[in-house]
Every structure is written in C-alpha cells, then in structure tokens.
C-alpha cells in the first residue's frame, strides 16, 4: 500500500515517518510533499491508496489539493492534520469524506487509529470490488456461452445481454487469439484486448477458454467494418507471439455461433501454418472431414520392412496432411501417438536416443505439447533416425544376438532379469547363450546388462523429474541402496553427485 505526506512543516513529516510503523498497516511506499502543488503533481504518477495532508499549505491549500486528488483517485482515503479547528474546514472534511480530521500537535495514536480505519476500509471495498468482478465475469461466461450455441434461450439471452450492456442487433464476428502454449498470462490480457476493441467503438465480450486461448464476440456497426483489419494488425503488433483466427460475419445474434465455430476451423490451420499469424475462413477449412480408417493398416503393413520404407511413407503422410489441412489437430495427435508408439514397441531401443520419452507415456505427453504438424514432423525423423542407426550397428550382429539386444532393451526395467532368463526365452543354456554373446559382443551378457542399464540410469538422472529411488526401480534395482552402490562402484560417484554434477554444466 501506499501513503504520500503532505506538510509544510518538516518536523511533522519526519516525526511521523520516524514514530509509525509503518508496515503494521501494510504500508510498504511513501512520497512526501511540501506544498499542495507538488503534492498533486506526485499523485498523478504515485496514485497512493491513503492521503494524509495538512490543510494550510503554500501554493495550494489542503482543501483545493485534495478536491483536485479525489477527482483523480477517488478510491483514496484523505486523512487531514491541522493546527486550526475552524467550522468550514470541518465542513469541508465532512464533505471530502474524510477519516478522520486530527489537530496538531500531533497525537501519533490518533494517526495510527486514523490508518487503522483507512486501511480496513481499502480492503473491504477491495473484497467488493472483487466480488462484484466475480459476479461480472460469471454474467460474461454464461452470455458468451449461450451466443455460441445455436438453441440458446432467447430470454436468457436478452436479459444477460442487458445487464452486460451488449448489443442485440449489430453485425458480429468472433475472434480466436492464441497464445504460445508456454504463456500462462493470457488470461490476464482479456481486459486490456478488450479495451483495444472497445477503443475501435465496437462492443466485445471475451472469455478464456483453454490457459493460452482467449475467445472474443465483436459486435459492430456497418459504418465501423472497415476498421476490423487495422485492430488485428494492432493486436499482432501488441502481442508479438499470438496469432489470430477470424470468422465468418454474422448478421444478428442467433447467428454468432457460425461465426464462433468458422473462427475455432480457421485458428486450427495455426498447427499446419506454424508461420502464418493471421487466419481467416476458406473453402478448404470448411470441408468436414476425418482422418481415413486406413491409415494405420497401411502403416503396419510398412512397419517390418525397415527405417527406410517407413521414412518414405511418413514424408508421404506429412505431405498429404500438411495439404489437407482441414483434420483437426486432435486427430492429427491421436494419430501420430498410434503410429511412433507401434515405432517404439517394433524398436525398443529408439527410446536410447531419446530420453525425455522413456515410456509410451511420456511419448503420448511429448507428441501432445507440440504445437504444429512441423515439430511432429521433425521428431518422427528423429526417431526413424535413431532407429535407422541401430539397425546398421546391428546388422553387423546375427540373428540370434539383436533378438536379446531388443529383449534387454525391453524387459531391463525387471527386477529379476538375468542371463538364464534371457537364456530360457531363446531355448539356450545359460553357458551357450554367454559364450555365443561374448563372441559378438565382446563382454558377458551380464556385463552388457549391468552396462545398459547404469546408461539408462544415468539418461534419467540428466533430468530432474523423477526421485534416485525411482529411477532404480525403472532400471531393474532391487532398491534404492543397492542401485546406489552398483553406480558408485562403475561411476566413482554416487547418483546425487552424478546429478549435481549434470545439473553444473
């Protein structure tokens, strides 16, 4: 909160600051002022919450100071100090509101009983300023909602459009303005979009609708149409990062939800235009169409032969979708978590090159962050990548050998995994299977074992959202303990330091 002294008398400015605490009242700035004058020139920048002022001052009396500071802040509480208790400053005090009017000298309860009240009564009026927000922001929530939908109630609409002071018969047009999916201020720019438009002499009402998503219902007159370009020039240039989505204009209210729902078609071309910021309704967008059946049939069909076939039919797939732009991006994430998560279970060691996806899990959340078909694109290729390069390592290997390389990177993660449990599932003795591994391999399974995984531990170590204890039972550990001396033991450090270390670079 903050306070601004206004005296003339030096001694009474720095008795007060000096015998106040001020942080009792929660008073954490304050200016001072040695005559009315500069007293309102600092209020029109300083804008204090509490005025406590001195009735005779040169240049500007107390009175005319603060008749001009409760035109320019009303919501500030005036407190008068005084060496005269004459009947038209009381009066006047009477008048201004005051709370409280306090003869010098100055008795330093009276001003802190005076701050007591002035303070209690700035959060009262702030709790009902915020409640009637509240109760503002619900009556905008359920207009907006019943303007999109194409059987609202027209009494309801009618009597929250009322209250809203929101036209039932201009032309309108909704407007979607996204956000990067990293922003999470959005929300807070509805007010400040909204007086943008409303500067225009356009009526608007807007909600969030996701964390980084704000939609907006404009209603305009005809005479004021040819001013809607500049305003979405306006908002790109004021929100570098966003991007806007147009509908189609609506003439009267009942038709505002084909506009809302044009305007939701036009913001989902943003996946496939990443670089477009601008979006406003075509024929293409308005075509209805889902995802064919066929698509992951034919992608299974693709799958065993290779890296290779799977590349040249996924550089086919983006081609096709990045033209028909109209799938919705849902379908398109559904989509591609279906075709890499069967890429993941074909090649189970691609996760290897990829460590913040070490679990279908986590590949459904990587894939659902990303913000256009491009970036999509570019970690699929990755992948496809991954798996191209272990396929050439590999097939220098024989049969035999990649089989229990891809059972290890499968099944590493058992507690109880072993060279005669590996020996058992490709109908070996463990004796053969060690000396057949070894031979290839140049190290005993076991040893490739305990290698891998301390490699997969370490990969998990490099980020930070998971526990030690955690991350050793991800690795096949019996605990916590164990997996921490196992990785002193081939480290030199434990897997704390191990961390720490990472965390230096």
């Given at each position: 909160?903050?306070?601004?002294?206004?005296?003339?008398?030096?001694?009474?400015?720095?008795?007060?600051?000096?015998?106040?605490?001020?942080?009792?009242?929660?008073?954490?700035?304050?200016?001072?002022?040695?005559?009315?004058?500069?007293?309102l020139?600092?209020?029109r920048?300083?804008?204090?919450?509490?005025?406590?002022?001195?009735?005779?001052?040169?240049?500007?009396?107390?009175?005319?100071?603060?008749?001009?500071?409760?035109?320019?802040i009303?919501?500030?509480?005036?407190?008068?100090?005084?060496?005269?208790?004459?009947?038209?400053?009381?009066?006047?005090?009477?008048?201004?509101?005051?709370?409280?009017?306090?003869?010098?000298?100055?008795?330093?309860?009276?001003?802190?009983?005076?701050l007591?009240?002035?303070?209690e009564?700035?959060?009262?009026?702030?709790?009902?300023?915020?409640?009637?927000?509240?109760?503002?922001?619900?009556?905008q929530?359920?207009?907006?909602?019943?303007?999109?939908?194409?059987?609202a109630?027209?009494?309801?609409?009618?009597?929250?459009?009322?209250e809203?002071?929101?036209?039932?018969?201009?032309?309108?047009?909704?407007?979607?303005?996204?956000?990067?999916?990293?922003?999470?201020?959005?929300?807070q720019?509805?007010?400040?979009l909204?007086?943008?438009?409303?500067?225009?002499?356009?009526?608007?009402?807007?909600?969030?609708?996701?964390?980084?998503?704000?939609?907006?219902?404009?209603?305009?007159?005809?005479?004021?149409?040819?001013?809607?370009?500049?305003?979405?020039?306006?908002?790109?240039?004021?929100?570098p990062?966003?991007?806007?989505?147009?509908?189609?204009?609506?003439?009267?209210?009942?038709?505002?939800?084909?506009?809302?729902?044009?305007?939701?078609?036009a913001?989902?071309?943003?996946?496939?235009?990443?670089?477009?910021?601008?979006?406003?309704?075509?024929?293409?967008?308005?075509?209805?169409?889902?995802?064919?059946?066929?698509?992951?049939?034919?992608?299974?069909?693709?799958?065993?032969?290779?890296?290779?076939?799977?590349?040249?039919?996924?550089?086919?797939?983006?081609?096709?979708?990045?033209v028909?732009?109209?799938?919705?991006?849902?379908?398109?994430?559904?989509?591609?978590?279906?075709?890499?998560?069967?890429?993941?279970?074909?090649?189970?060691?691609?996760?290897?090159?990829?460590?913040?996806?070490?679990?279908?899990?986590?590949?459904?959340?990587?894939?659902?962050?990303?913000?256009?078909?491009?970036?999509?694109?570019?970690?699929?290729?990755?992948?496809l990548g991954?798996?191209?390069?272990?396929?050439?390592?590999?097939?220098?290997?024989?049969?035999?050998?990649?089989?229990?390389?891809?059972?290890?990177?499968?099944?590493?993660?058992?507690?109880?995994?072993?060279?005669?449990?590996?020996?058992?599932?490709?109908?070996?003795?463990?004796?053969?299977?060690?000396?057949?591994?070894k031979?290839?391999?140049?190290?005993?399974?076991?040893?490739?074992?305990?290698?891998?995984?301390?490699?997969?531990?370490?990969?998990?170590?490099?980020?930070?959202?998971?526990?030690?204890?955690?991350?050793?039972?991800?690795?096949?550990?019996?605990?916590?303990?164990?997996?921490?001396?196992?990785?002193?033991?081939?480290?030199?450090?434990?897997?704390?330091?191990?961390?720490?270390?990472?965390?230096?670079?």
């Amino acid at each position: 909160m903050k306070i601004l002294i206004a005296d003339d008398e030096d001694y009474t400015r720095e008795g007060l600051l000096e015998e106040i605490d001020w942080e009792e009242f929660g008073i954490d700035e304050i200016m001072q002022a040695v005559n009315g004058e500069e007293a309102l020139k600092i209020v029109r920048w300083f804008r204090p919450d509490i005025v406590l002022s001195d009735i005779r001052m040169p240049k500007m009396d107390g009175i005319a100071f603060a008749e001009e500071m409760l035109r320019l802040i009303p919501r500030s509480k005036l407190i008068f100090i005084s060496g005269y208790m004459e009947t038209e400053y009381l009066k006047s005090a009477i008048r201004l509101s005051v709370i409280d009017y306090i003869e010098k000298p100055i008795d330093v309860t009276q001003v802190k009983k005076a701050l007591s009240r002035a303070t209690e009564q700035i959060a009262r009026e702030q709790k009902t300023r915020e409640a009637d927000r509240n109760t503002w922001e619900l009556r905008q929530q359920r207009l907006f909602e019943l303007l999109t939908h194409r059987d609202a109630d027209a009494r309801m609409v009618e009597g929250l459009a009322g209250e809203a002071g929101f036209p039932l018969n201009s032309e309108y047009v909704c407007m979607v303005v996204q956000f990067p999916r990293s922003c999470k201020t959005a929300g807070q720019e509805l007010d400040r979009l909204l007086d943008m438009i409303r500067r225009t002499e356009a009526e608007a009402i807007g909600v969030r609708q996701e964390e980084s998503c704000l939609e907006v219902i404009l209603a305009y007159s005809g005479k004021i149409r040819y001013r809607l370009e500049p305003l979405y020039g306006r908002i790109l240039d004021s929100w570098p990062e966003c991007k806007i989505a147009v509908g189609i204009q609506a003439e009267g209210y009942r038709n505002i939800y084909n506009s809302c729902k044009t305007s939701r078609a036009a913001m989902n071309c943003a996946f496939y235009q990443p670089e477009k910021r601008l979006f406003e309704i075509d024929e293409i967008i308005l075509q209805k169409k889902f995802m064919e059946p066929g698509i992951y049939g034919s992608f299974l069909r693709v799958l065993p032969e290779g890296p290779r076939k799977m590349s040249e039919w996924f550089q086919s797939l983006f081609g096709d979708l990045s033209v028909r732009r109209y799938y919705q991006k849902e379908q398109v994430y559904t989509l591609m978590i279906s075709l890499l998560t069967a890429i993941f279970r074909q090649y189970p060691e691609s996760y290897d090159c990829l460590p913040e996806t070490e679990g279908e899990e986590q590949l459904q959340q990587t894939i659902l962050e990303m913000d256009s078909l491009k970036e999509i694109q570019a970690f699929t290729e990755k992948i496809l990548g991954c798996v191209q390069e272990r396929e050439e390592v590999l097939s220098g290997y024989g049969r035999v050998i990649r089989g229990v390389l891809d059972y290890v990177a499968v099944h590493y993660g058992e507690e109880g995994l072993s060279t005669a449990q590996i020996a058992e599932h490709f109908h070996f003795s463990p004796a053969y299977m060690n000396v057949l591994f070894k031979q290839e391999m140049k190290v005993t399974l076991k040893q490739y074992l305990s290698n891998y995984r301390l490699e997969k531990a370490k990969k998990l170590l490099e980020q930070d959202y998971l526990k030690v204890t955690e991350i050793a039972e991800k690795c096949g550990y019996t605990n916590g303990n164990y997996f921490s001396k196992v990785f002193r033991e081939a480290t030199g450090m434990t897997p704390v330091e191990y961390r720490e270390r990472c965390e230096k670079r």
